[in-house]
């Protein structure tokens, strides 16, 4: 178990549509990552937070937008679905400090019908 | 990623052999990182290597770095079933490639 939790675990909801997924980092770790993971993609980096602030931005789309809570909890929101935003979405947690290693949860495997 | 890649992007080897698996990435590093992935699942951390050091063991797992080539290798010896994952290399946040799909044959 890593300590950090995603939910909800599977997310179904049709094109057009928009969607928020729930992280919770490990009790301790200042900063969440998002990512995104698709066959043909493998694994992207979407957005970093830090304490509640945006640190980095990867290859996030402007349809998606994160925010991280006082408590350091974080959600993605994920808006306009299209058939091609299927795909597991991976929460990470570090302490922020060395960003050398980093702790994933268990994903939510969004699917758009 | 075009920041790096892991090759072979698939390996089937017999258990109890080892497995080799490398990485090429092309920024500079501080340090490199490998991590497993379980079918479906989240990214587990295996090991880290410091851009200073060339070589580092952890269990059956033993890590080498070139920086002048921008290459790492992870060697897993004496493979079991349960090696069956994806394996990344990675750079701080960055994960680099597709990973390489190793499945450990009975």
């Known amino acids: 178990d890593s300590g950090v939790t995603q939910t909800p675990k599977h997310l179904i909801t049709a094109t057009g549509q928009r969607v928020t997924l729930r992280c919770s980092p490990r009790?301790?770790?200042?900063?969440v990552y998002w990512y995104q993971q698709s066959l043909d993609q493998g694994l992207q980096f979407l957005i970093q937070?830090?304490?509640?602030?945006?640190?980095a931005k990867g290859n996030i789309l402007e349809r998606f937008s994160a925010q991280q809570f006082p408590d350091l909890h974080s959600e993605l929101n994920l808006s306009s679905l299209e058939l091609g935003d299927s795909a597991l979405y991976f929460c990470?947690?570090?302490?922020?400090?060395?960003?050398?290693?980093?702790?994933f949860g268990s994903g939510t495997q969004l699917s758009v019908l | 990623s075009q920041q790096g890649e892991e090759d072979p992007q698939a390996l089937s080897i017999q258990e109890g052999e080892n497995a080799t698996m490398n990485c090429s990435y092309k920024?500079?590093?501080?340090?490199l990182q490998w991590y497993r992935q379980n079918s479906g699942r989240g990214l587990v951390h295996l090991i880290l290597?410091?851009?200073?050091?060339r070589e580092k063991h952890s269990g059956r797992l033993r890590v080498t770095l070139d920086t002048s080539k921008k290459s790492s290798s992870l060697l897993i010896t004496a493979s079991r079933a349960a090696d069956t994952a994806s394996y990344f290399c990675?750079?701080?946040?960055?994960?680099f490639g597709k990973g390489t799909r190793l499945h450990i044959l009975p």
């Open positions: 290597i410091r851009s200073n050091e």
């Open positions: 990675a750079t701080g946040k960055i994960i």
């Open positions: 009790s301790g770790d200042l900063s």
């Open positions: 990470a947690s570090s302490d922020g400090w060395t960003n050398e290693k980093l702790f």
């Open positions: 920024t500079s590093i501080n340090n």
């Open positions: 937070y830090y304490n509640g602030e945006e640190r």
